[in-house]
């Protein structure tokens, strides 16, 4: 199947601090690329949908200023969150769809990222 | 608007013994229907899926979900239950229509498989 990387699996900072997250297709295309925030009680909240070459649609309530999105290429797609709080602990999941119609199929997930805030 | 619903938060099954996780959804189309795993500190793994056709789907480790239009249902079962597939199992839809990219996760139900 197909393979999703995500990087860093974890990471500490201190508030204040802007730290990045990588999601990689590693043998498919992927035009488009989803991201997750997952809190302590398991559910899934989709924070943003990532087009590349294009912004980023964002979920309301999500500050579109603080957790920058970016989807340069086909293959990689990257969340910033920007002068990080406590609150921003969290686990964030990227996932990736195939390009090529009709789009039927599955999401392809990373392993996901913890990011603590000190 | 589409939604998912899981009404059960844990299900817990002795080894052995058949298991079946409960899905709801409710949408405007055709719904593609998903069944995802998540071990601990693990990204999501495809299960399988619903898009047309048979009503009974087969997926990874055993595990099958049977499709129900009428009931708007999509429960994930599995005749023998492993102490292995103790993990957080997420129903997933998609609606069918245009380019519509967006895919609604239910909360998730934590299966806890008993020795």
């Known amino acids: 199947g197909a393979v999703v990387s995500q990087h860093p699996s974890r990471v500490i900072c201190k508030s204040g601090t802007s730290v990045k997250i990588e999601c990689r297709s590693l043998?498919?295309?992927?035009?488009?690329m989803f991201w997750y925030r997952q809190f302590p009680k398991k559910s899934l909240m989709l924070m943003a949908t990532?087009?590349?070459?294009?912004?980023?649609?964002?979920e309301q309530g999500v500050e579109k200023d603080k957790f920058l999105i970016n989807h340069a290429s086909l293959t990689l797609s990257t969340l910033t969150v920007t002068s990080a709080h406590p609150e921003d602990s969290s686990f964030y999941i990227c996932?990736?769809?195939?390009?090529?119609?009709?789009?039927?199929?599955?999401?392809?997930f990373g392993e996901g990222s913890r990011l603590t805030v000190l | 608007a589409q939604s998912v619903a899981q009404p059960e938060d844990q299900v817990n099954v002795a080894e052995g013994n058949p298991l079946t996780v409960k899905c709801t959804y409710s949408?405007?189309?055709?719904?593609?229907l998903f069944w995802y795993v998540q071990y601990p500190n693990r990204g999501l793994q495809f299960l399988l899926k619903y898009i047309t056709g048979d009503n009974l789907v087969k997926g990874s480790y055993g595990f099958e979900a049977e499709f129900n239009k009428s009931q708007t249902s999509f429960h994930l079962k599995k005749p023998s239950a492993l102490v292995s597939d103790s993990a957080l199992y997420f129903c997933?839809?998609?609606?069918?229509?245009?380019?519509?990219?967006?895919?609604?996760f239910g909360t998730g139900t934590k299966l806890q498989v008993i020795p």
């Open positions: 949408v405007s189309g055709n719904p593609y």
């Open positions: 043998d498919f295309q992927a035009t488009t």
């Open positions: 990532s087009n590349e070459g294009s912004k980023a649609t964002y």
């Open positions: 996932s990736a769809l195939t390009s090529g119609r009709p789009n039927t199929g599955e999401l392809f």
């Open positions: 997933a839809v998609r609606a069918a229509f245009g380019g519509y990219q967006k895919v609604t």
